[in-house]
């Protein structure tokens, strides 16, 4: 199972493209995460934040727009018409994975949280760890495209990384709420935590379908 190797997008370049340009949002929105939360610990809601928030809102929209592209090629000129069902859903996991990126950072903007100095090594390993897991899911997701033999491998990280961002979200939010914290501050921390750490589990949700999909391919 997971040998067969080839492209499936024979004659249809155009498309090949949009779904590359596609992946390449998912590894962009995970970059410009990481270095937006870096650039909130240091200034909170500055400029330099804003900017990063816009950024973050501006890669969510090409998203939107390359996945209507994707919809609409697919649907009009009846393209790879045996696999279009299983590529609408994979294009459409990776725009929700974009999506919540995009939710988050925002959030930080509006709500502007205090985060202790001792908890944000500990915050910044959670939000490495979900960008990983979904730049992770990004590849496996290209892979599906071009040679299945990837796929597997690929997945098994994003699982590892998922994993691995639930023991530091369980780790985080005891802290917190060990903490001497006002509760109304322990909530907030705890809701974003959560929010950080869905990325991964929407990332690994991504990651099962595609599995099913590769199964079938290799029928």
């Known amino acids: 199972m997971f040998n067969m190797k080839f492209s499936m997008f024979s004659g249809t370049r155009e498309l090949e493209e949009k779904i590359d ?50 919809e609409s090629k697919l649907y009009i000129h009846n393209l790879i018409p045996d696999l279009r069902a299983d590529v609408l859903q994979m294009v459409e996991n990776i725009d929700k994975v974009i999506n919540e990126f995009d939710e988050v950072a925002h959030k930080f903007y509006i709500e502007q949280p205090d985060i202790p100095e001792k908890y944000q090594p500990k915050f910044r390993k959670l939000v490495k760890e979900v960008s990983e897991c979904a730049e992770n899911m990004a590849i496996a997701s290209r892979a599906f495209f071009r040679d299945f033999t990837t796929v597997r491998d690929y997945a098994k990280k994003v699982y590892f990384l998922e ?56 029928i």
């Open 21 to 70: 340009e596609m992946h390449d949002k998912i590894i962009e929105s995970a970059m410009c995460f990481k270095n937006a939360f870096d650039i909130f610990l240091k200034e909170k809601r500055s400029q330099n934040y804003r900017r990063a928030s816009k950024k973050m809102k501006h890669i969510e929209a090409d998203a939107d727009d390359l996945r209507r592209e994707i």
């Open 163 to 218: 994993q691995e961002s639930d023991k530091t979200w369980a780790q985080l939010k005891q802290e917190v709420f060990d903490s001497d914290m006002e509760l109304a501050h322990k909530i907030q921390l705890n809701t974003l935590i959560g929010d950080v750490a869905d990325v991964a589990d929407r990332a690994e949700d991504c990651v099962d379908a595609l599995l099913i999909f590769t199964i079938k391919r290799d």
